[in-house]
């Protein structure tokens, strides 16, 4: 089991930068996948971007070169490093952990981009 905490969010303007922090209660080593994913109002959570133990990185196709996924296992963190935001990034963004069978969620963090 592991506990997700999400930080970071917030409002900026459009072409401005955030960086979303996920702290987990328990050593990330050993979690084979951890992700960010975000849900605008009215739409289904979707993916952002994965990472691997081995940092192995899988981004959606509406973030590519924007933004960044990483992990440090010291820290027990995983981050996403957000570049030149779009109005449409606006959402909730969570973190995940994959653990076998389990899927774990936090409690998300607002990022709205004004226009």
């Known amino acids: 089991q592991v506990q997700l905490v999400e930080s970071g969010g917030g409002l900026v303007q459009a072409g401005g930068s955030l960086r979303l922090s996920c702290a987990a209660s328990?050593?990330?080593?050993?979690?084979?996948?951890m992700g960010w994913y975000r849900q605008a109002p009215g739409k289904q959570r979707e993916l952002v971007a994965t990472i691997t133990g081995g940092s192995n990185t899988n981004y959606a196709d509406s973030v590519k070169g924007r933004f960044t996924i990483s992990r440090d296992n010291a820290k027990n963190t995983v981050y996403l490093q957000m570049n030149s935001l779009k109005p449409e990034d606006t959402a909730v963004y969570y973190c995940?952990?994959?653990?076998?069978?389990?899927?774990?969620w936090g409690q998300g963090t607002q990022v709205t981009v004004s226009s």
């Open positions: 995940n952990a994959k653990i076998g069978p389990q899927t774990y």
């Open positions: 328990r050593s990330i080593f050993i979690i084979p996948v």
